[in-house]
T-cell receptor
Framework: GQQLNQSPQSMFIQEGEDVSMNCTSS?????WLWYKQDPGEGPVLLIA?????ELTSNGRLTAQFGITRKDSFLNISASIPSDVGIYFC???????????FGKGTHLIIQP | DAGVIQSPRHEVTEMGQEVTLRCKPI?????LFWYRQTMMRGLELLIY????????DSGMPEDRFSAKMPNASFSTLKIQPSEPRDSAVYFC????????FGPGTRLTVT
């Protein structure tokens, strides 16, 4: 089946730093999504990308849909304590409607 | 909008017992998905419905798992009999354009 390789697995950063994480796949996806999950909660949609090359921002978050349709990145600028959590990339493709998830990036912010 | 509603939030049961998880999707969403999250395997799609009809159940791990969607506002995921390896967080999500997740049910089978 389809798989997404998400990196890094975890990040330890100082408050105010910028963050970058990415996902790659051997398969083409038609839609890329980025979610954030807080402890004890379900994933919350941050950004959705629908076209190859698309660059979309949501506040301090910016994500891009790779030209090859096999990768995507998420950047967070000027991190703040509430950015702590697990970030997941997810893709839709191959004629399926369900999401294929990456393994997540655990973001830890040191004040 | 209340979002996707799941119940119970936590379930602890003994091996061999039947477990039923419930989901109420967001009104107007025509797709409903069930996912399972574990430390080892991450988030995995189990089954999904479109207009109450099961479309793809290839992610359902075994015949012990079954899911139903009797109407547009309700779905169940049943495990019978339950086993310790079924312990996980089970999420329901619904979709009109993009998927929105419920808070999950944390299942512990002892």
């Amino acid at each position: 089946g389809q798989q997404l390789n998400q990196s890094p697995q975890s990040m330890f950063i100082q408050e105010g730093e910028d963050v970058s994480m990415n996902c790659t796949s051997s398969s083409i996806f038609n839609t890329w999504l980025w979610y954030k999950q807080d402890p004890g909660e379900g994933p919350v949609l941050l950004i959705a990308l629908y076209k190859a090359g698309e660059l979309t921002s949501n506040g301090r978050l910016t994500a891009q849909f790779g030209i090859t349709r096999k990768d995507s990145f998420l950047n967070i600028s000027a991190s703040i304590p509430s950015d702590v959590g697990i970030y997941f990339c997810a893709g839709v493709g191959g004629g399926a409607d369900g999401l294929t998830f990456g393994k997540g990036t655990h973001l830890i912010i040191q004040p | 909008d209340a979002g996707v509603i799941q119940s119970p939030r936590h379930e602890v049961t003994e091996m061999g017992q039947e477990v039923t998880l419930r989901c109420k999707p967001i009104s107007g969403h025509d797709y409903l998905f069930w996912y399972r999250q574990t430390m080892m395997r991450g988030l995995e799609l189990l089954i999904y419905f479109n207009n109450n009809v099961p479309i793809d159940d290839s992610g359902m791990p075994e015949d012990r798992f079954s899911a139903k969607m009797p109407n547009a506002s309700f779905s169940t995921l049943k495990i019978q009999p339950s086993e310790p390896r079924d312990s996980a967080v089970y999420f329901c999500a619904s979709r009109e354009n993009e998927q929105y997740f419920g808070p999950g049910t944390r299942l512990t089978v002892t």
